[in-house]
């Protein structure tokens, strides 16, 4: 759902974009050609910030549980996998082209766009359950075509357009060297369920977790990395006894809003989304939605997909996916599966969009403007920036020890070009939760801060003086002692 927004200093996608790209985020990809529809590069700041929140997330949901291992499977499974977990016949979206321009939509998209636009032109349902003749109905009473123009609205019938990108394995186009891109990254775990049980002696109920990339043939680009062809997913598949799955559903749903909550979302900003409309494979799903300048839209999807995905594996294989449960008389079953399934690179999204404040602080009266990242320490792209407060003097050449013995430990960067302010609002604005000045005092032998710094806390921009030897002690608990800005 779009949203209007009336103030000037309010975060937009627009704002999001520029910075991105100005400060080293994320760059269109193949830029120089025009770039390349739907895919982006992430750059020096944008990959330390994803692999933060990855990291985050793998902490979060594998180390700090016994019971959840990790596994990194091929991107390339055998193609008989795609038709097991019903990606092949069923994977795909509702498309609706224009006969004069031949541009193609997402029949549903089209839909949502254009009442978002016209609340007044309510189809009466929900877009997910209208039926393709229902979505044609609607289009050619309403919408002209979006590309030409056309107020004829001379639209082909709806069909189903199948998602997955497939090419051929080695020199040989034919059917049996037919592979897929993945998807979604969980039928690996699914595939490996009897070697994860075996090698790791796991015992029900226990969790395959991992990050990597999934492929998808969007048509439909908007709203930056939101929606791409090939992305980031973090996927964690929870394997239960049949009948304990519904409370485990609801135990998984309440960690995933934590960890939302745990590294700096409000929780106003974050919502369920049930759905009413649900996928093959699926017995309950909720999304997590966050509210971007766009309007609320789905991060993470978890679901019940009961024993779909290892009952089809069994029957496509001929292998046997069931476990024998040794705690309960050797009884045989077929696991249940609870999923938690977030995007990298939504997450991304999600929080520099929360981070994002343009914050005055000018002092008597007077407007002054900062753009500030208020990222969680433990996401954002550096940790510490060290700043000697001039160049010369033995400043610099202490400043810089300083950082080579911070770098063991933290993520860090050197600056001292321009003036203080300056450097601390450069800072800000990729969100260095904590910037360490070198000045006149730190060196001078006799001053009572001799061997002392500044650190500038980047939310509260308060100073305290701390001794280089407590530096690194003094950033670790300031990391663990976070507290969101409330806003
Ligand atoms: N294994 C289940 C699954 O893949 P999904 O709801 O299709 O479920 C899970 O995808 C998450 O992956 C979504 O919540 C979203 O964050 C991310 N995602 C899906 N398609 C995407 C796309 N085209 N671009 C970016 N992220 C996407």
Known sequence: MAKTVSDPHACTLDKIISLCKRRGFVYQASEIYGGQAGAWDYGPLGVEFKRNIQNAWWHYMVQRHDDVVGLDSAIFQHHK?????GHVAHFSDPM???????????ADQLIEDYVDAHPETNPGKPVDTMTHEEMKAFID???????????????????????????????????AQLIYLRPETCQGIFTDFKNIVQSNRMKIPFGVAQVGKSFRNEIIFKNFIFRTCEFEQMEMEYFCKPGTDDEIFEKWRKERWEFYKKYGIAEKNLQWHHHDKLAHYAKDAYDVQYNFPIGFEEIEGIHNRTDFDLSQHTKTSGKDMDYMDQDDGNKKYTPYVIETSAGLNRNFLAFLCEAYEEQNVGTDGKEDYRTVLHLHPKLAPITVAVLPLMKKDGLAEKAMEVKDALTEEFVTDYDQSGTVGKRYRRQDEVGTPFCVTVDYDTITEGSENFGTVTVRDRDTMEQQRVKISELSGFIHNAISNWKPVVR
């Open 96 to 106: 609706i082209d224009c006969t004069e321009c031949k541009a193609r939509f997402r």
């Open 81 to 85: 996998t795609w038709e097991a977990s």
């Open 141 to 175: 009473a309403n919408i002209n075509c979006p590309t030409c123009g056309s107020k004829e609205r001379k639209y082909t019938a709806v069909r189903e357009f199948n998602l997955m990108f497939k090419t051929f394995q080695g020199p040989v186009a034919d059917e």
